[in-house]
């Protein structure tokens, strides 16, 4: 209310509002800044923003301190898209790891990345859904299905493959590199 009362002024006075050339920012660029502000980072979780002037462009590293994948440090790249939060970040794990719900190329498979999706749903929740991955990886929905029918038929036997993986080793035809931190 008090910009219309300002604009009103000016144009009485006959001055033009100063508009200047800033850039207006985008309504993702508005929600994105809103959400890292608001960000609660586990201790096991970290940032980085390659360029500090693109919000919509990051890395997450988690480093589970539980479960089958302790030890382990595991790299994601988020893209934030002009149309988020209507459409979900495009999130793509660029360490290649031994996981029923992460596939050879770095994409993953988690519900609140796809159809689960809405746009009251941050950041924050992605974060803590990729965590959660880590701490119980879900064989009933695999984007690497050997690595789930290895989890659902022997735990033992997929425990000891993520930690030949993460030390850097050869399972079936695929190498992996360490990951260990």
Not at 13 to 28: H, L, Y
Not at 36 to 58: A, Y
Not at 100 to 121: F, Q, Y
Request: proline residues 7%.
């Amino acid at each position: 209310m008090i910009k219309l009362y300002s604009l009103k002024q000016h144009k009485k006075d006959g001055e033009t509002p100063k508009s200047g050339n800033q850039k207006k920012a985008s309504a993702a660029h508005l929600r994105i800044t809103k959400d890292l502000n608001e960000l609660t980072l586990p201790k096991t979780c970290t940032t980085e923003f390659p360029d500090p002037d693109d919000l919509l462009n990051f890395k997450l590293t988690i480093c589970p301190d539980e479960g089958s994948y302790k030890g382990g440090k595991f790299n994601f790249s988020f893209k934030v898209g002009v149309n988020y939060p209507h459409e979900p970040p495009k999130v793509k794990c660029e360490t290649t790891v031994y996981h029923p719900n992460i596939d050879l190329d770095g994409n993953v498979c988690l519900n609140i990345l796809r159809e689960d999706w809405k746009p009251v749903l941050t950041i924050n929740s992605v974060i803590y859904g990729l965590q959660y991955l880590f701490l119980e990886p879900n064989p009933e929905d695999p984007l690497n299905k050997e690595a789930a029918d290895v989890l659902q038929n022997n735990k033992r036997l997929f425990d000891m493959n993520v930690q030949k993986a993460m030390r850097g080793g050869v399972i079936g035809n695929t190498y992996f590199e360490k990951c260990l931190k």
